[in-house]
Each structure stands twice: as structure tokens, then as C-alpha cells.
């Protein structure tokens, strides 16, 4: 197999130019025209592990963190602006 590039950063990849021209030229027509797969991170099976991942760390959460909200509190998740198909960057 030949190699087209050797072990970088992603954001530093030729991949990652190419899908910056790419949408770029084709914008919200790419989903539109279903060239782009979205249904794979978009489904129920998905937004299940989801919930898994926050749930783990409400639990992680209450564990480590002495003043943590007792367990029979609700919990609100409040979604900002998350890319349509993963989690928001937490900062």
C-alpha cells in the first residue's frame, strides 16, 4: 500500500484540506443530496450511547466531587450548539 502522507494532527492532514474544499464548494447541499452519510452518527442506536456517555458522567460526577447535587435531583442537559452528528466540545 502506498502511503500519501506520513502521522499527522488531523487538522493538519490533506484530508482535512480536501473536506474544507469540499464543503466549502458544496455547502448544506451535500446533506441535502445525501452525498454525505449522516444517518450513522444520527440514529437511535447513537443518541442512546449518548445518553450513556452523559449518564457515566453524572455518576463519575457524583463519585468524585464531595458537594455533587444528590442522585435524586433531576439532571438538565442543556444542548449548545453541538455539530449535527456528536457532543458539543466541553471547555
Not at 487538522?11 to 441535502?32: C, I, N, P, T
Not at 454525505?36 to 463519575?60: G, K, Q, R
Request: aromatic share 10%.
Amino acid at each position: 500500500m502506498r502511503r500519501l502522507q506520513s502521522s499527522k494532527m488531523l487538522s493538519e492532514s490533506m484530508l482535512w484540506d480536501l473536506q474544507q474544499s469540499y464543503f466549502s464548494e458544496k455547502g448544506v447541499d451535500a446533506w441535502r443530496n445525501d452525498e454525505v452519510p449522516h444517518y450513522v452518527t444520527s440514529n437511535p442506536a447513537m443518541a442512546n450511547c449518548y445518553a450513556e456517555i452523559v449518564f457515566a458522567y453524572w455518576l463519575d460526577r457524583q463519585r468524585l466531587v464531595p458537594d455533587s447535587p444528590p442522585v435524586d435531583e433531576p439532571m438538565y442537559i442543556l444542548e449548545l450548539g453541538a455539530d449535527p452528528d456528536g457532543l458539543p466540545i466541553i471547555s
